[in-house]
């Protein structure tokens, strides 16, 4: 009886590991259960060899797509039953499959490709009786509808291993592409049926009627675009005025952000600090802040991370600092030790005099804890140009200093060095600045200082917002994120 089915085309699901096969049966061998297939496809792929052989215990279903001289089956078997002369003999584990006789089976055109195997009997079933594609659409074989009364449900043993979902995916996505592709979609007269303007006008409606806010209609004007640092949020206008003196130091400037910062004169300045003072902001923290903001901005200024790292240890930035003998020597004093911990080369120049200032002899003693340099004559300054000059000989109150030997003398050496200058706190003065800057730092707020300072810089020293207030000063710190900040010329 095996011979009865030699030639009939079927698909064989041996599981998810070796796949399904189909092909055309070219032998049986009943005594060791074995089946071969000539001409196979595997999941879909012709296979390189001409004849593939399974065993009865690899197969998981059976399915009988084609028998020679007849039409399509109307059932399948599995590894579990065989099926004889029309009948279904139920084997363990197996549920009962009717198989026709050859000689019932429907005429049927010869498969010569996966893509026809893989079509369900229902759509052969269907393409037979001449229904149309759409029908088949929406009646797929599995559907109540389209099975045959011999048809039985699909076994579990089949769903665990994945054949109920190989059936389904067949019914689902079996269909060749070239019969759906043949009718081109209207795009223009599905376009005409939808009336954009009732659309938006009911939307309209019930926006108005639920209080939320209108998106516009087609007929209105799109909105200005709004650029990507602009905030689409309603906000309160800024006010770039922020700060305000009872008495204008007769120059303002402002910040990169716009922000108006008016100078104010001498004796404002004075006042400020000494409230501070009083307030608890003594000298020495002054000192302190002024130093590291000054050694800051001038780290900066020699390069920064592209100067200052380990691979240029042997080109350490010089720095010449220049100092007399007051408070704003102090601050480069500062400045200098801040500037030796980060591995900057310091000359320190500072005449000598019999009385010091405390807080000069103060920051004297932790300079000389850096490794930096000191010298008292400007002969021991170097013959040539260093990194940067820093300038703190200037004083606001004694003017009489920039008659000295040792002022003149170190003036001369820093305009004949060529190195770029940074002024500390540089006094306000009616006469010409002896050295000339292209930088100077300000404290606090800024002084109306004349162009030959160069470009002016302004760091926060740490003085409260009450204390200004307590001078008659309306501030709002213009600082933001940073302690040191350009200004320019408003």
Known sequence: MAADWLGSLVSINCGETLGVYQGKVSSVDQGSQTISLRQPFHNGMKCPVPEVTFSAMDIKELKILEIPGGGAPAGQTDSGSTAHNGRSTKGPGSAPMAVPRKGDLRAQEELHSPQQCSKSYGDRHLEALGLAKGFRRRHNSWSSSSRGNNQTTPKKNGMKNGGGLK????ECFGDPLEEILDTDFDFEGNLALFDKAAVFSEIETSEKRSGARSRGTPSE???????????????????YRQIMVPQSGGKEYCTDAGLVVPSISYELHKKLLCVAERHGLTLERRLEMAGVCASQMALTLLGGPNRLTPKNVHQRPTVALLCGPHVQGAQGISCGRHLANHEVHVILFLPNFVKMLESITNELMLFSKTGGKQVSSVKDLPDSPVDLVINCLDCHENAFLQDQAWYRAAVDWANQNRAPVLSIDPPVSTREQAVDAKWSLCLGLPLPLAESAG????????IPRHIFQEVGINYHSPFGCKFSIPLHSA
């Not at 059936?167 to 067949?170: L, T």
């Not at 990507?228 to 309603?234: G, K, R, S, T, V």
Request: glycine share 4%; net charge negative; aromatic share 6%.
């Open 167 to 170: 059936n389904k995916d067949d």
């Open 455 to 462: 470009r002016v810089y302004l760091c926060d020293i740490g």
């Open 221 to 239: 004007r799109t909105p200005a675009r709004y650029r990507h640092d602009e905030n689409i949020l309603e906000a309160e206008p800024i006010v």
